[in-house]
Structures are given as structure tokens and as C-alpha cells.
């Protein structure tokens, strides 16, 4: 009797550490699921089977690692599991070689991009539905990359391990990502008269 009292407490403890460590992710791993996969009823589906895996191991958690990293790696791979099936391909309108210094030196260029810069209330106020479109005109990965550091405040070091890809894939692919994301509002803005081109 005594080693089941013992083996109940044990489980009952992991679960409270597990929740404690779990509950302040709840909103970002579901925001990333949302702004990710293809169908939005996948969303508990693709949050639960990570989770309880998760759960399951967490005996091999050491305390102190990085936990969010290691659960948001899960719900990743599960994810990239069930946009699979959509069997989805976009095609790309700028080169996939373009570096994150081209990408910053582009935008700048521009004055509808400065104008965005110095005054993003303007155009911001109103568009949710917009970031929300031009989220999902993203590939998978930009998509994915600029998430992780948007949503979930992760380093370039941790999303290139999360991701299981290079350092400089994760600059370069964020570089992307927030270009078509600041052309999009730049069209927005302009489709709205919200932003109106310099005379020159």
C-alpha cells in the first residue's frame, strides 16, 4: 500500500511541475498552431498528441533546460505532420537566395516602406485580417521562422534547433518573411489611401 501512496504522489507532483511549466506556453503554442497549419480544426488535434507526449516523457526533462523550446519543437514536427496531408506548394515570387542584408537594404529603398516605418498606427489600426492573410501567403517555413520569433520570442540559435535547421537559414528565412509582411501593409496602405507616395 505504501508504494502506491508513494507512486501516486510522484505522479501527482510531475503533473504540477508539468502544468507549471506548460501553462504560461498554452497561448503562443496555440497562436503558432492557428498561424500555421491549413485547417483551424486541426488546431486541438495538433496541440494534444505533442502535449501528452510531452507529458508522458518529461521524466527525461531535466529542470532548468529549455522546456518551451522542447515543446514547441513537438507541436513543430507535429504540425508539419498534419500540413502534409494538404499537400500544399506555393510558388515563390522572391529568390530564395535573397540574404537578410539585400532584404533590409530593399525595403529601405523604398519610401512607402520608410513612411510605414515612421508611422505603422496608420496602417496597423486596422489590418489584423490582413497580417492574418499575408501570414498565411507565407511558406511554411518563413511562416514558421518568423513565429517562433514574433510569437515566441525565441533566439535565432533556438528556433535553427527547434526547426533543425541552420543558423542562417533562420536570418535569411526572417528576412523574407518580414519583407513580404511589410509589402503586403505597404499595399494595404495603399489600396486604403493610408499611405500616399512622396512627389518627387
Given at each position: 500500500?505504501?508504494?502506491?501512496?508513494?507512486?501516486?504522489?510522484?505522479?501527482?507532483?510531475?503533473?504540477?511541475?508539468?502544468?507549471?511549466?506548460?501553462?504560461?506556453?498554452?497561448?503562443?503554442?496555440?497562436g503558432y498552431c492557428r498561424?500555421?497549419?491549413?485547417?483551424?480544426?486541426?488546431?486541438?488535434?495538433?496541440?494534444?498528441s505533442p502535449i501528452a507526449n510531452a507529458y508522458r516523457d518529461f521524466h527525461r526533462y531535466a529542470e532548468g533546460t529549455n522546456f518551451r523550446a522542447w515543446v514547441f519543437r513537438s507541436v513543430h514536427v507535429e504540425?508539419?505532420?498534419?500540413?502534409?496531408?494538404?499537400?500544399?506548394?506555393?510558388?515563390?515570387?522572391?529568390?530564395?537566395?535573397l540574404s537578410a542584408e539585400d532584404?533590409?537594404?530593399?525595403?529601405?529603398?523604398?519610401?512607402?516602406?520608410?513612411?510605414?516605418?515612421?508611422?505603422?498606427?496608420?496602417?496597423l489600426n486596422g489590418c489584423d485580417d490582413v497580417v492574418a492573410?499575408?501570414?498565411?501567403?507565407?511558406?511554411?517555413?518563413?511562416?514558421?521562422?518568423?513565429?517562433?520569433?514574433?510569437?515566441?520570442?525565441?533566439k535565432y540559435r533556438e528556433i535553427a534547433e527547434i526547426l533543425q535547421i541552420p543558423t542562417g537559414t533562420v536570418m535569411s528565412s526572417l528576412a523574407r518573411s518580414r519583407l513580404?509582411?511589410?509589402?503586403?501593409?505597404?499595399?494595404?496602405?495603399l489600396e486604403r489611401r493610408l499611405l500616399v507616395p512622396e512627389e518627387t
Amino acid at each position: 500500500m505504501r508504494t502506491g501512496g508513494v507512486g501516486l504522489r510522484r505522479e501527482t507532483e510531475k503533473a504540477e511541475t508539468f502544468l507549471r511549466h506548460l501553462r504560461p506556453l498554452e497561448g503562443g503554442l496555440e497562436g503558432y498552431c492557428r498561424r500555421l497549419l491549413h485547417d483551424q480544426n486541426d488546431v486541438p488535434h495538433v496541440l494534444q498528441s505533442p502535449i501528452a507526449n510531452a507529458y508522458r516523457d518529461f521524466h527525461r526533462y531535466a529542470e532548468g533546460t529549455n522546456f518551451r523550446a522542447w515543446v514547441f519543437r513537438s507541436v513543430h514536427v507535429e504540425i508539419q505532420n498534419c500540413n502534409r496531408t494538404y499537400q500544399r506548394h506555393r510558388h515563390e515570387s522572391l529568390p530564395e537566395e535573397l540574404s537578410a542584408e539585400d532584404a533590409w537594404d530593399l525595403a529601405l529603398a523604398e519610401p512607402l516602406f520608410k513612411a510605414l516605418l515612421e508611422d505603422p498606427d496608420r496602417i496597423l489600426n486596422g489590418c489584423d485580417d490582413v497580417v492574418a492573410h499575408a501570414l498565411k501567403q507565407l511558406s511554411f517555413l518563413e511562416r514558421s521562422v518568423l513565429l517562433l520569433q514574433a510569437v515566441g520570442g525565441f533566439k535565432y540559435r533556438e528556433i535553427a534547433e527547434i526547426l533543425q535547421i541552420p543558423t542562417g537559414t533562420v536570418m535569411s528565412s526572417l528576412a523574407r518573411s518580414r519583407l513580404r509582411l511589410r509589402q503586403r501593409l505597404v499595399e494595404y496602405g495603399l489600396e486604403r489611401r493610408l499611405l500616399v507616395p512622396e512627389e518627387t
